[in-house]
């Protein structure tokens, strides 16, 4: 990205083996956001085509652009938080016919209800579908299937509810880079993992806590677009794996900004995070994942 501008990358990935986009908002233009697609050579030299808009109007107000990619279908989907109009909006493309830039289709908006939201997460299961997630202004996250069609729109089934909040608890799960979501092969269901940081009551060592964070996750299982997705695990319990910490001086201090991965060889994820004691460190943990009816297991987490 030029130098003269001020981005904020919010994330990347690559659509095939020498492809790739990158999304991120600019910072010195009143946080429009804006994508780059990418490309590397033979001899491993890098090309970045010119950064464009996403929504239509290019609005101000833009927050936390995310994306996935269907390596099956080499459809690509983003989920930005438009604020300028309490939306969120979705947005589906393909490579191509020069290889040299992305053919979108129409920006499909989901009504946030109120401004102010950013935390939102987007997965790929590799078949054809998505599963999105986003904040709505009444404090809970909505679930939805997406897919493309044949000109590229996107198809939304309906939405199911996670409530992580009420009074005093989880608002400040709402931001960039608070959340995040894989699709686990293994078990046929997306795992969505978000940082809480605000709540008051941690229910693990049954103490009143403050100055924390800890994380939260659940499982969303697609249902097609005729549906809302199944929910499970979609409970204010916190998760109480690798961050884990049973020292009540720093019990509510379990990790911010959650990162996720997912190896379909293996069936193993790796959840990363910052640890918010002993100097705020990043921290990894590698996870096994059994089915949708449970939290995966972990191994001790470890300093990255």
């Known amino acids: 990205m030029c130098i003269r501008d001020r981005y904020r990358t919010q994330d990347v990935t690559w659509i095939n083996d020498d492809k790739f986009i990158i999304t991120g908002r600019k910072m010195n233009d009143s946080n429009r956001v804006r994508y780059i ?6 001899n491993g030299a890098i090309t970045l085509g010119t950064p464009y808009g996403l929504i239509t109007g290019d609005p101000t107000d833009c927050w936390n652009p995310k994306v996935a990619v269907d390596r099956s279908t080499g459809k690509i989907m983003v989920v930005i938080q438009n604020n300028n109009v309490s939306f969120t909006a979705v947005r589906g493309g393909v490579i191509n016919g020069a290889g040299n830039d992305i053919d979108w289709g129409a920006v499909m908006n989901i009504q946030a209800n ?3 939201q950013r935390a939102c997460a987007i997965a790929s299961d590799n078949n054809g579908g998505f599963m999105i997630a986003c904040r709505n202004a009444n404090h809970d996250m909505k679930f939805r299937h997406a897919q493309l069609d044949s000109n590229n729109d996107v198809d939304l089934s309906n939405d199911a509810s996670w409530t992580y909040y009420n009074t005093g608890n989880g608002s400040t799960a709402n931001g960039e880079n608070k959340a995040c979501m894989e699709y686990i092969q293994s078990v046929g269901a997306y795992w969505y993992v978000t940082e809480d940081s605000n709540r008051i009551y941690y229910s693990p060592n049954r103490i009143w806590i403050s100055a924390g964070g800890f994380l939260r996750a659940c499982w969303a299982k697609s249902n097609g677009t005729r549906s ?22 720093a019990a509510g201090q379990l990790g911010y900004e959650p990162g996720l ?21 990043p921290m990894g943990a590698v996870l096994t994942f059994t089915d949708s009816s449970v939290q995966p297991t972990y191994t001790a987490a470890t300093e990255l």
């Open 261 to 281: 991965s997912y190896d379909s060889v293996t069936g193993k994820g790796i959840l990363s995070y910052r640890r918010a004691f002993g100097g705020g460190k």
């Open 228 to 249: 809302s997705p199944t929910m499970t695990q979609a409970t204010q319990t916190p998760f109480t794996g690798p961050s884990a910490n049973t020292d009540p001086g």
């Open 114 to 116: 109120g401004t102010g």
């Open 37 to 42: 697609f990418g490309s590397v050579d033979a």
